[in-house]
């Protein structure tokens, strides 16, 4: 599967973002599906993680509470919302996907195919 990330851009602090994830294929809905960020300097990181049905989600302590992962299969697309964006969260998200695994395993290292990666940046 290819995976396409957009939604991108620069916020101000308090606001909100919605990311994208477009796959290719028609096995979309096998895929349990992952969002990760990469800050400069730092560790790539999980964000969430939603699984294929769309019915569980699990989200990283650092957006739990402000943030929603979701799917529609029937697009072949995976979004998460972030609101109350801080500074902190400025980063490289990635989407992610895996056929085997759930998405309660957050490692990076359990999915096989990644995106590109689109740019957040949180600055006033």
């Known amino acids: 599967v290819q995976l396409q990330a957009s939604g991108g851009g620069s916020v101000q602090p308090g606001g909100s973002l919605r990311l994208s994830c477009v796959a290719s294929?028609?096995?979309?809905?096998?895929?349990?599906m992952g969002w990760f960020r990469q800050a400069p300097g730092k560790e790539r990181e999980f964000v969430a993680a939603?699984?294929?049905?769309?019915?569980?989600?699990f989200y990283s302590d650092s957006v739990r509470g402000r943030s929603t992962i979701s799917r529609d299969n029937a697009k072949n697309t995976a979004f998460i919302q972030i609101a109350s964006l801080k500074p902190e969260d400025t980063a490289v998200y990635y989407c992610?996907?895996?056929?085997?695994?759930?998405?309660?395993?957050?490692?990076?290292?359990?999915?096989?195919?990644w995106g590109q990666g689109t740019l957040v940046t949180v600055s006033s």
């Open positions: 992610a996907a895996k056929l085997y695994g759930t998405a309660y395993e957050p490692g990076a290292d359990t999915y096989r195919y």
């Open positions: 294929g028609d096995t979309f809905n096998l895929y349990t």
């Open positions: 939603i699984s294929q049905g769309g019915r569980r989600e």
